[in-house]
């Protein structure tokens, strides 16, 4: 990182990082984290803003950085959490009546730096998550209870054992439960393993495809990510979706 990536950083810090702008930020969450936002056409015109015209069938935009994956991401991170993610928002349909149901129990897995919601459990080594919030649970052997549904976007990827994870969930899950997972496919380039490198969160463990269409090229530590999510559940939904990532819908094998 040179100096002028430094001291982008430190403002950047600075101007999303202090008490007056997380005041503000907590308010919004409390609006726009809800059901009635995310079913809303105001949650559609944000997502869309700045978007080119085959904004839907796009999925290029991590990898491009187009201005409407920075504006989703930087400036709506600590408020939409979560749903800032375009592959979510494709399937929105599909996830609000899983995420805002209040008669069913979840589990955010690995949501610390972008919560799904403001009443999911979160399990994440890290000890805050991105509102403020304390961590309850640093691991899936810490839950003392089963859940109907685990969600989990983006933090697949930085797991070696995967078997071991997907079997802590299974063992976690309702006999009816489903899994949610949002993951970076291998088209963008900076996220493939051995590319991507991050202190904070551990490096890529994993580049991810789908088995429909393996890429060409010689990718390191390429993973068929719903071949690896079937050894373990039944994958109903597998596909590519906007900001270069994989979306999975998956339920618990009887």
Request: aromatic share 14%.
């Amino acid at each position: 990182m040179n100096l002028v990536e430094k001291i982008k950083g430190t403002v950047h810090k600075w101007r999303y990082n202090n008490v007056f702008v997380n005041n503000y930020y907590a308010s919004k969450r409390k609006e726009l984290l809800t059901k009635k936002f995310i079913s809303s056409k105001a949650y559609d015109e944000l997502m869309t803003s700045y978007a080119n015209a085959d904004f839907t069938s796009f999925v290029d935009d991590a990898e491009q950085r187009t201005k409407n994956f920075m504006f989703r991401h930087m400036k709506h991170h600590k408020i939409l959490g979560g749903w800032r993610w375009k592959g979510l928002w494709q399937y929105r349909e599909q996830l609000i009546p899983i995420i805002f149901n209040e008669n069913i129990k979840g589990i955010d897995f690995g949501g610390a730096n972008g919560p799904i919601s403001l009443t999911i459990p979160i399990v994440d080594f890290a000890k805050k998550d991105s509102f403020n919030r304390v961590v309850k649970y640093n691991s899936l052997t810490e839950l003392d209870f089963l859940v109907d549904f685990i969600f989990s976007s983006h933090t697949l990827e930085h797991i070696e054992d995967l078997d071991l994870i997907f079997s802590q969930m299974n063992e976690k899950l309702n006999d009816e439960g489903q899994l949610i997972f949002l993951v970076p496919a291998y088209s963008c380039k900076r996220w493939n393993s051995g590319v991507h490198i991050n202190k904070k969160f551990n490096d890529h463990a994993w580049t991810f495809y789908l088995s429909k269409n393996k890429p060409d090229h010689n990718f390191k530590k390429l993973n068929a990510f719903d071949l690896s999510v079937g050894r373990h559940f039944d994958v109903k939904v597998a596909e590519y979706v906007g900001d270069n990532s994989i979306y999975v819908l998956a339920k618990k094998r009887k």
